[in-house]
DNA sequence: ATCGTTCTTGAAAACGTTCCTAAGAACGTT
DNA sequence: AACGTTCTTAGGAACGTTTTCAAGAACGAT
């Protein structure tokens, strides 16, 4: 039972027999005499010293913490990226907290007007709904700040976001070529980020191929979730008969793959089925799911990369990337339709 | 571009014409003059006057964050568990960080030790492997801790854990009333704590139902992944031909599922396959995985709970708590054996 | 009119660190 | 021997907050 008072400086000070000043220049690597220098350490190591994060922070202005706010940790793809982030924001010297929001706006502003508070160097977050009051809320805080996902134009912060429109080109491209005419996208909401670009692109891949949209053929999840996933699959055969389906995620196309094999459809003779982000699930799935890679682990790094030197360099110029897309093909589209 | 100094205390205090003692008092809810109190949040609201989180820590000693450990974010179980304490935790007025430390003990001291510079008020904390000189970091730290998994008899820390061994037994139990005789585990790393109970749990309840334990259906992965899972499955059916596997955690068990569908074998008419954790991937796969589940929400809650009480009364005993297990049988064993 | 009580407010200390400034020691140069 | 330079070390301010203490105002009771 240590019931001894935490150790601080002027303590270690005491015992070395130096000043608080001395103390802080050996422990911080600064010059000192080769006796002063070992009377501090050893006083440090007695007594267990273990420096004050909130005093260090409070009179340097630093935390050394960058905080990742991601909307679901249940979803793979922000396991993907917190895996990525950890390992660069490390090398850079910082330790990573992760915080997951939900994905309810206000729960992000709040994170953010929390982190104005101190509790972090910079912030790295991927928005899922972007509202008017949270992009004042970002653009707003004092904090810096690389959102993962796309922003209106007009918002002066950094991002790194995925080209959605051109991977589901991909998919679409991919089934056409197996022969697949009757397409159709299981959709997370449509008021998200990504739920709009999909759709979007979907329209657009249609339209370049030559293929007339059929709202028969569309249907929106109420989130990116394989239980939404399965439910959205439900109402899509209730309604039409696809040859194959892109699902918005990896988790609704595997509620698909589930949904297609509760109703007695072979996945991919009757249904092929496409994913999109290209995460474990997509090859746990059996079949093992085609799957658009939207470059989530480029992402994630080059936003972490983009946040560091925003951090150390303030005043650079706003940095807005695109992550191109590449198509992992797997068993679920494999096999000419019937 | 608000490149204005941070507001501050002072500031606030200046601009309403009182104290800063008296800014203090009215924010954080003491007694003022209507007067005084409405001129301070007019003041405050103007500056846009944010506190600062160091210096608040630093005065109160207190952070209002805890902390929560674990090896790996991809894995399931312990997304159901930040799921479960984010709840918990933010009821209490606590905000939750997490910490992805992966398996390395040695990565969970350092944690531990950058936890005793104050970052946080509490810590939980799932340690995959428990070395000595962890629970020596875990017993010398001033922080209030709460272990999620088993711990040492004689260690003072409360404890939440799992009872894999009576889990392993409603597996096995359930298995031979399906007829199932050769019954194999695919076990992760047995100098894991997870590991090491499993495997003895699975040889008490061979034993208990009188079947004689066979090193051939015994096997080893690396970790408790996926992939690991695979390799391990194939090692097992190069050496024998188990007609039940039981999977340590539900990704070795999804692994083996897909390596037994590669070799050609039809689950559960071949081979029957039990999980553990009972997590998403259990539903998500195909077909859908029978699984043990050891609780690992109500452990999570009970151990969040355990946590704040510990940290509003340091003094409080020690409490060690078991869940019980309980059997979620799915596709994956039901049928007979060929 | 005097006293005691309650209420409002401000001054100042404290939390533990970093870092600026300057004092003194040591040493080389003229 | 006197002086300038460099190096080591200590003192003390500052970061922004909470909270204790005390002073003064307001008020009712005797």
Known sequence: MAATRRSNLALVAARAGVSVASVSRVLNGGSASEDLARRVREAAAELGYVPDASARTMRTGRTDQITLAVADVGNPVYVQMM????????????????????????SQIDLVGSLNRGYADGLLISPLRVTPELLDALSSSRLPIVVIGSLPPEVDIDSVRADSATGIGLAVEHLIGQGRRRIALVNGPVDTVPGSARLAGYLAALERFGLAPNSELQVTATGFTYRAGRRATAALLGQSTPDAIIGANDLLAVGALKELAAAGLTVPTDVA??????????????????????????????????????IEEPDAPVSRLVIDPSLSVRESTLGSAA
């Open 273 to 310: 089925v496409v994913g999109m982000d290209d995460t474990d699930a997509a090859e746990l799935a059996t079949p093992s799911l085609t799957s658009v890679d939207l470059g989530s682990s480029k992402r994630a790094k080059a936003a972490a990369q983009l946040l560091i030197r925003r």
């Open 83 to 106: 895996r990525t982030v950890t390992g660069i924001v490390a090398k850079a010297g910082y330790r990573l907290v992760v915080s997951s929001t939900g994905s309810d706006p206000q």
